[in-house]
């Protein structure tokens, strides 16, 4: 009995793994669809659509943004520096504080980062209706509504959390 549990829990089958999976495969595939039409990656897009929103923040506030530490942070805006597309400037009032702004460059890309991102959900989204996505949407809050609920999370460090899983997968996808 207690194997046939184990065997249950372990099976491809369990929504958990079928959650996870299906995270894994988007945060990959959309990596590639960046990367292959845009020249950026993921993380480089979250980052530029946070600085998009809100330009001039600082290393910190980018950081606490994304769920990133500084040690994957700083690699990150290094990269987006190299390729022209972030300047870093130091505060006027703390010298020891860098903010972020985006190039023009950068903003030149915004219109075809969007295009990518639309192109990518309707990839995404293929042959599920409405009514499915919608299903979809609302059982995947029910799902994260019963964990905070049961184990007393609240949905500030969920996001955390899975913006740090991103960005893992994303520094090991750039490994490879």
């Known amino acids: 009995m207690i194997l046939d549990d184990m065997a249950q829990l372990n ?3 369990h929504i958990g793994h079928n959650i ?9 595939a959309f990596d590639l669809e960046l990367r292959n039409n845009v020249g950026i990656t993921m993380a480089q897009w979250r980052a530029i659509n946070a600085l998009a929103t809100q330009t ?12 990133l530490d500084s040690s994957s942070l ?12 972030v300047i870093r400037m ?15 460059r950068a903003e030149a890309l915004l219109g075809q980062m969007h295009s990518c991102a639309h192109l990518f959900k309707r990839h ?13 949407r ?11 609920t049961h ?17 893992n997968l994303n520094s090991k996808t750039r490994a490879t």
């Not at 001039?56 to 943004?65: A, H, N, P, V």
């Not at 609302?138 to 905070?148: F, K, P, S, T």
């Open 20 to 28: 996870i999976q299906a995270s894994k495969t988007i945060q990959h």
């Open 138 to 148: 609302l059982v995947l809050e029910r799902i994260n509504q019963n964990l905070e």
């Open 90 to 104: 130091p505060d006027h009032n703390d010298r020891r504080i860098n903010r972020l702004y985006l190039t023009k």
């Open 151 to 167: 184990y007393a999370l609240n949905s500030e460090i969920r996001k955390m959390v899975v913006e740090s899983q991103i960005a």
């Open 56 to 67: 001039g923040i600082t290393q910190r506030e980018i950081s606490d943004k994304l769920g």
């Open 74 to 85: 700083i690699p990150l805006v290094d990269r987006l520096e190299s390729k022209k597309l």
């Open 124 to 136: 995404l989204t293929e042959g599920i209706n409405k009514d499915q996505l919608k299903i979809t």
């Open 11 to 13: 099976s491809e089958n």
